[in-house]
T-cell receptor
């Protein structure tokens, strides 16, 4: 069964500082990997995704993530955070086989930005 | 193109009642999935429908059910509500099953 671990429940970063959110996954083959962001009371917005190819993926809002197969990781990074980045971030893994569409989410990392 | 819409956005029910939530996917998307989000359990997969057929089901009791119509719109139903069913219920649609687009959710409160 697939699983996702986000080891950091809460991270506080100063505005303008760099950010890295960790994500480790467990899956029997090469997975689909996603990062979503959720603002309070809102649904999930896709930041970026990895399906295949280049292991460094660029997303929206200046985010990027790197797929490292040897470490089963898909960490999210941003070189300089903005106050508007404060939200909850979820890493998710999806099955590759058509007909098994479901996402398994990590427990999320809450990001706080301090001025 | 309009996004995923969910109605109602907020709902208050009492224990023992039943509730029906609605989801309209993005036009052209044939797969609709439902997730439950709670502070304690996080985001959990409920079920997924494709062309009016349930293809996947999560580990939820039979009180949770769903269906999909020929226009891909989907409903989920929870019968005999319990306090623990209070949650944000998210619907997501997908054109191919790989990338899912989420709606804003329905916040259900059970008193």
């Amino acid at each position: 069964a697939q699983s996702v671990t986000q080891p950091d429940i809460h991270i506080t970063v100063s505005e303008g500082a760099s950010l890295e959110l960790r994500c480790n996954y467990s899956y029997g083959a090469t997975p689909y990997l996603f990062w979503y962001v959720q603002s309070p009371g809102q649904g999930l917005q896709l930041l970026l995704k990895y399906f295949s190819g280049d292991t460094l993926v660029q997303g929206i809002k200046g985010f990027e993530a790197e797929f490292k197969r040897s470490q089963s990781s898909f960490n999210l990074r941003k070189p300089s955070v903005h106050w508007s980045d404060a939200a909850e971030y979820f890493c998710a893994v999806g099955a590759r086989n058509f007909g098994n569409e479901k996402l398994t989410f990590g427990t999320g990392t809450r990001l706080t930005i301090i001025p | 193109k309009a996004g995923v819409t969910q109605t109602p956005r907020y709902l208050i029910k009492t224990r023992g009642q039943q509730v029906t939530l609605s989801c309209s996917p993005i036009s052209g998307h044939r797969s609709v999935s439902w997730y439950q989000q709670t502070p304690g359990q996080g985001l959990q997969f409920l079920f997924e429908y494709f062309s009016e057929t349930q293809r996947n089901k999560g580990n939820f009791p039979g009180r949770f059910s769903g269906r999909q119509f020929s226009n891909s719109r989907s409903e989920m139903n929870v019968s005999t509500l319990e306090l623990g069913d209070s949650a944000l219920y998210l619907c997501a649609s997908s054109p191919r099953g790989d990338e899912q687009f989420f709606g804003p959710g329905t916040r259900l409160t059970v008193l």
